[in-house]
């Protein structure tokens, strides 16, 4: 079939939008319409060049929601007319890690996802007999896209796809890393560094698990209004602090009586490893955990003080929170449905797929939180 879709041609290059080819599904595999989808940071460091597994031609685009039109043979939990949102973190529920039950990682088809293919190792979208990548399993920045069964979450039908495309990533991964990877108790303290589309998500995660005092860090100062409408307490800008972010942080959070100071939980939602260092630095001798979500660019390493953790720092990072997919996404939108978690102010604009390459100027200028393109 042909369908709409914004191209990656190259890396630095603005999306082209084209009519592209599609196959249809393969075996254990279901074709979507995807009806509305999120544009995230990680979109836009792939597209970057700065992504080591960063392949073009591609279809970028991991923060959808859709419609199932047509299963492939095998395919026995989706059907047609199904509400969905893929899945970048696939959940079989038969790998190592899927019965671990320590991660969320499933192994199954990650070695030819990363390769921007599907898991028989073939591509199913093309141009002109040029293959087209897939991207991060998903490829949402196209009108119709394909997808194993086990990365589709089915959800429900009454919710509203422009606005819970965001489940698929950003809200997913904030609330995640609160629940899921920190296991924040009611009471904590914790630090959020970097308010864009994902540490809104951790500040509203840490307002449901009861934390006590929510600092978020931001060089933009338009960001503590953000913060505050999810359950920020305090604000801190690193550009107006004198002298040192880490003991200025240590000072604000320090408590009992032998006043120690530093954050129960820290969380990086910049990707900046700089900013990784002091999250860290920044959390509880002892006890202080350290979650890193932001992602960064080939060749970029964390470092600190071996002292750091030898005094009970912990550094852990989390992808797509600690979800197992087909398992808590619908969860988190029936939340949504039932208001317990916020999701539209977030989404600050909505653009057709023509205007895609809008979203990413809007990101850059640090003026939305999240841009959505709706079909
Ligand atoms: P965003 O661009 O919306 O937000 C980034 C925020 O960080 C902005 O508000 C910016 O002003 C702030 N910032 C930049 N430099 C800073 C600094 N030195 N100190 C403090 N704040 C600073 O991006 P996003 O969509 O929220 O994504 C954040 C990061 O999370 C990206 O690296 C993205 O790739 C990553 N991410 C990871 C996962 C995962 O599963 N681990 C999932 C989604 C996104
Ligand atoms: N491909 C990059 C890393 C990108 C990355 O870490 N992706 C996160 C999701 S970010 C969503 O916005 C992730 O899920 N990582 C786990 C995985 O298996 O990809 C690189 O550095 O090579
Ligand atoms: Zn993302």
């Given amino acids: 079939m042909k369908t709409r879709a914004a191209v990656a041609t190259a890396a630095g290059k ?17 074709l979507l319409e995807v009806k509305a989808t999120g544009i995230c940071h990680t979109d836009d460091f792939t ?57 969320n990682l499933c192994t199954a088809i990650r070695a030819t996802q990363g390769q921007g293919l599907m898991p028989d190792g073939t591509s199913r979208f093309s141009i002109g007999g040029e293959k087209l990548h897939h991207y991060m399993g998903c490829s949402t920045f196209s009108n119709h896209t394909v997808l194993p069964e086990i990365a589709v979450a ?14 698929g990533c950003g809200v997913t991964t904030g609330i995640g890393a609160v629940i899921n990877t920190a296991k924040v108790e009611i009471g904590s303290t914790a630090i959020v560094f970097g308010l864009g589309g994902i540490g809104l998500n951790v ?11 929510i600092i978020g860090v931001d060089i933009n100062n338009a960001k503590k209004e953000w913060g505050e409408k999810f359950g920020m307490t305090h604000f801190v800008n690193p550009k107006e602090v004198e002298g040192d972010l880490v003991l200025y942080l240590v000072d604000m959070t320090k408590r009992g009586a032998d006043q120690i100071g530093g954050a129960d939980y820290t969380f990086d939602c910049t990707g900046n490893v700089t900013v990784m260092r002091q999250a860290l630095e920044s959390a509880h001798r002892g006890w202080g955990e350290s979650i890193v979500i932001g992602v960064a660019g080939a060749g970029q390493e964390i470092s600190t003080r071996p ?6 720092r912990t550094w852990k990072g989390t992808a797509f929170g600690g979800a197992r997919g087909r ?7 029936d ?18 797929l023509d205007e895609i390459n809008k979203g990413f100027d809007l990101m850059h200028g640090g003026e939305s939180i999240r841009s959505v393109v709706v079909y």
């Fill in 14 to 30: 603005p999306l082209e939008i084209m009519e592209v080819d599609l196959e249809g599904p393969r075996d254990g595999e279901v």
């Fill in 47 to 103: 597209l970057s060049g700065a992504d080591p597994e960063g392949l073009f031609p591609t279809i970028l685009g991991h923060e959808g929601a859709g419609v199932v039109v047509d299963v492939g043979p095998g395919v026995t939990s989706l059907k047609k007319g199904d509400h969905v949102i893929p899945l970048y973190t696939p959940e079989c529920r038969q790998c190592p890690s899927c019965l671990s039950q320590k991660t």
């Fill in 154 to 167: 089915k959800v429900n039908p009454e919710a509203p796809f422009d606005k819970i495309c965001y489940i």
């Fill in 307 to 312: 002292f750091q953790l030898v005094t009970g």
């Fill in 335 to 352: 939340w949504y449905m039932e208001g317990k978690i916020d999701i539209d102010p977030m989404i600050t604009h909505t653009l057709s």
């Fill in 327 to 333: 398992t808590d996404v619908p969860k988190i939108v």
């Fill in 203 to 213: 500040i509203q995660g840490l307002r449901l698990a009861g934390a006590d005092m």
